[in-house]
């Protein structure tokens, strides 16, 4: 199963449309956190928000966690070893104030079980590769491996 999570902040109909697009020509059933967007999916399930224990089991149960640029979504899938596909809001596209998001990419990418996608090619390709890396030095049993991922993506920002 493939979870997609928007954020609780702003909407991100871009990546649900890719994510809906996907869903109805693959097989993997996709479930996603589409917040107050107006674009309705057709072939994935959906919950405009999910409470934070289902959100956890969600990451946790998924093979594939696409996810907006957001940080919190990015430390939980590390520590829950899921591998992390993470889409940026754009600021040409009205998603955004600004492209902090862009910005955070370049780094974003250098994270082991991490990959980045800003169009939807980028995005197919990256769930085409079933077999996505992660990080199995950083776990929830593991505190100093979070901590120094931390210092690391810190220091590369």
Excluded at 43 to 61: L, P, R, T
Excluded at 69 to 90: D, H, S, W, Y
Excluded at 127 to 144: C, G, P, Q, R
């Amino acid at each position: 199963m493939i979870f997609v999570a928007v954020g609780t902040q702003l909407a991100f109909d871009r990546l649900i449309k890719y994510m809906d697009e996907w869903a109805k020509i693959n097989s993997e059933k996709v479930i996603a956190q589409i917040a107050e967007g107006s674009y309705l999916p057709k072939h994935i399930e959906y919950k405009k928000y999910f409470k934070n224990e289902e959100y956890i089991a969600m990451v946790k149960e998924s093979s594939i966690f696409v996810s907006h640029a957001g940080m919190g979504n990015i430390f939980t899938a590390k520590e829950l070893m899921t591998p992390i596909i993470v889409v940026n809001r754009q600021f040409k596209l009205n998603e955004h104030r600004n492209d902090h998001q862009a910005d955070g990419l370049k780094w974003m990418a250098k994270l082991k079980g991490v990959y980045t996608a800003t169009t939807k090619d980028e995005l197919f390709d990256c769930l085409k590769h079933k077999n996505l890396e992660i990080d199995e030095s950083i776990s929830s049993n593991n505190s100093n491996a979070i901590s120094n991922f931390i210092k690391q993506t810190i220091m590369n920002s």
